[in-house]
Protein backbone atom coordinates (compact mmCIF):
# COMPACT_ATOMS: atom_id res chain seq x y z
CA UNK A 1 0.00 0.00 0.00
CA UNK A 2 1.78 3.08 -1.27
CA UNK A 3 0.64 6.63 0.95
CA UNK A 4 0.58 9.53 -1.29
CA UNK A 5 1.29 12.67 -0.10
CA UNK A 6 -1.03 15.73 -1.25
CA UNK A 7 0.91 18.50 0.85
CA UNK A 8 2.91 19.22 -2.15
CA UNK A 9 0.03 19.53 -4.09
CA UNK A 10 -0.67 22.26 -6.23
CA UNK A 11 -3.98 24.54 -4.68
CA UNK A 12 -6.46 25.11 -7.09
CA UNK A 13 -7.04 29.01 -8.08
CA UNK A 14 -10.28 30.10 -7.54
CA UNK A 15 -12.09 31.38 -10.54
CA UNK A 16 -11.64 35.10 -11.59
CA UNK A 17 -14.81 37.09 -11.53
CA UNK A 18 -15.24 40.01 -14.12
CA UNK A 19 -16.28 42.34 -11.50
CA UNK A 20 -13.19 42.26 -9.66
CA UNK A 21 -12.06 39.85 -6.97
CA UNK A 22 -14.66 37.37 -5.12
CA UNK A 23 -17.11 39.25 -2.75
CA UNK A 24 -16.93 38.20 0.78
CA UNK A 25 -18.78 35.21 2.59
CA UNK A 26 -20.68 38.03 5.16
CA UNK A 27 -21.06 40.29 1.82
CA UNK A 28 -23.09 37.30 0.34
CA UNK A 29 -24.93 36.02 2.91
CA UNK A 30 -26.27 39.73 3.87
CA UNK A 31 -27.18 39.79 -0.14
CA UNK A 32 -29.15 36.31 0.32
CA UNK A 33 -30.59 37.71 3.50
CA UNK A 34 -31.79 40.76 2.14
CA UNK A 35 -33.48 38.41 -0.86
CA UNK A 36 -35.06 35.95 1.40
CA UNK A 37 -36.46 39.67 4.18
CA UNK A 38 -37.95 40.99 0.36
CA UNK A 39 -39.35 37.47 -0.23
CA UNK A 40 -40.76 37.56 3.10
CA UNK A 41 -42.59 40.67 3.28
CA UNK A 42 -44.56 39.70 -0.99
CA UNK A 43 -45.67 37.23 1.02
CA UNK A 44 -47.03 38.57 4.49
CA UNK A 45 -48.49 41.40 2.11
CA UNK A 46 -50.21 38.91 0.15
CA UNK A 47 -50.97 36.87 3.60
CA UNK A 48 -52.91 40.14 4.32
CA UNK A 49 -54.64 40.46 1.14
CA UNK A 50 -56.21 36.86 1.44
CA UNK A 51 -57.10 37.44 5.09
CA UNK A 52 -59.31 40.46 4.25
CA UNK A 53 -61.04 38.62 1.62
CA UNK A 54 -61.81 36.22 3.77
CA UNK A 55 -63.03 37.84 6.73
CA UNK A 56 -65.46 40.01 4.43
CA UNK A 57 -66.37 36.49 3.23
CA UNK A 58 -67.24 35.25 6.50
CA UNK A 59 -68.35 38.26 7.64
CA UNK A 60 -71.25 38.38 4.75
CA UNK A 61 -72.14 34.70 5.30
CA UNK A 62 -72.65 35.14 8.75
CA UNK A 63 -75.18 38.48 8.17
CA UNK A 64 -76.72 36.26 5.78
CA UNK A 65 -77.35 33.31 8.45
CA UNK A 66 -78.53 36.27 10.70
CA UNK A 67 -81.15 37.65 8.49
CA UNK A 68 -82.80 34.27 7.10
CA UNK A 69 -82.64 32.44 10.92
CA UNK A 70 -84.59 35.86 12.24
CA UNK A 71 -86.84 35.75 9.20
CA UNK A 72 -87.68 32.21 10.27
CA UNK A 73 -87.97 33.31 13.95
CA UNK A 74 -90.57 36.15 12.63
CA UNK A 75 -92.40 34.05 11.16
CA UNK A 76 -92.44 31.49 13.88
CA UNK A 77 -94.14 33.40 16.03
CA UNK A 78 -96.74 34.77 14.19
Known sequence: MTVIDNSAAKPVP???????????????VSQKFERTKEAA???VEKTKVAANKVKKGASAGVNWLKLKCNKTKLFQKK
Open 14 to 28: EPRRLGGPAPKLSTR
Open 41 to 43: SAG
